[in-house]
């Protein structure tokens, strides 16, 4: 009897280290499956966002991993009736020691977790920090690249970026003042504006609107100021601008209708 029983212990300790293997596997195999599933039904998934959505997903899945490879170790251990409680004691303190050694590391993986999962700022987005401007190029779980337009890059740890100002996450408007000459009819005005804004909508590059004619929105000294708007993507308000100065002041010409500019006099003393 006692030779059946010491082998029965022997089969126990050799099956139960593979059954705890094989249903750890199963369970990361199906949490995996649901965690790709929930993630690839969000809107995040779309190209713009593809990049957090991956980092998202490694995050969740390396947790889900080394959890479950935590909890079998220590289930195979207690199979062989290692005492499991002081292990994970031990293992307490260890962590506590790591972390008080490691604390910039920790502090820059939760801040880069912070800047993912609250979608703070993404790749491709033009931030700025401490002065220096650029489209961020890098989003890691411990440090961010920007590169400037000069192509210079800079590289800071995570948990440093509590104060930036992003110039993505909202459209821009492209505000233009064009001066008609105080000989011309306000309502002749007013029309061929009309007119043109009609020709240009939907030319206007990088335009997530059509273009807008607020009217007659000020008087000075040479000339009466017309308003024009259009919404367009992040930082492409400029650009937006300067197209439709080019295009009103070439279509207006050609209606005969005087653009004018601010005058400036100047006078010698004697």
Do not use: W
């Not at 959890?67 to 499991?84: H, R, T």
């Not at 994970?88 to 880069?112: E, H, M, S, Y």
């Amino acid at each position: 009897m006692q030779i059946f029983d010491n082998l029965s212990i022997e089969i126990k300790h050799l099956i139960f280290p593979i059954v705890y293997i094989a249903i750890g596997f199963i369970v990361y195999k199906l949490l995996k499956k649901l965690v790709n599933n929930i993630i690839n039904k969000t809107p995040m998934t779309r190209k713009h966002h593809q990049q957090r959505a991956n980092t998202i997903r490694i995050i969740i899945l390396n947790i889900i991993k080394y959890s479950i490879v935590v909890i079998v170790v220590l289930g195979i251990l207690a199979n062989f009736g290692v005492n499991v409680k002081s292990i994970v004691a031990g293992l307490g303190i260890t962590t506590a020691i790591i972390g008080l050694a490691f604390q910039d590391l920790a502090k820059d993986l939760i801040a880069g977790i912070s800047i993912i999962t609250e979608n703070q700022f993404e790749v491709g987005d033009t931030i700025e920090y401490d002065g220096f401007m650029g489209e961020v190029i890098f989003l890691g779980l411990k440090t961010t690249r920007i590169k400037d337009y000069k192509g210079a890059v800079k590289i800071i740890a995570n948990h440093k970026l509590d104060s930036i100002i992003n110039y993505s996450l909202n459209n821009y408007l492209a505000v233009v003042d064009i001066g008609i000459s105080y000989d011309e009819d306000p309502d002749k005005v007013a029309k061929a504006l009309e007119e043109i804004r009609q020709e240009l909508n939907g030319k206007v590059p990088n335009a997530t609107k059509d273009i807008e004619i607020l009217g007659l929105n000020d008087f000075d000294k040479n000339n009466m100021k017309y308003r024009i708007v259009v919404e367009t993507k992040p930082l492409n308000n400029y650009s937006a601008e300067r197209f439709l100065r080019s295009e009103f002041k070439k279509r207006l010409d050609e209606r005969n209708i005087k653009v004018t500019c601010q005058q400036i006099e100047v006078t010698h003393g004697k």
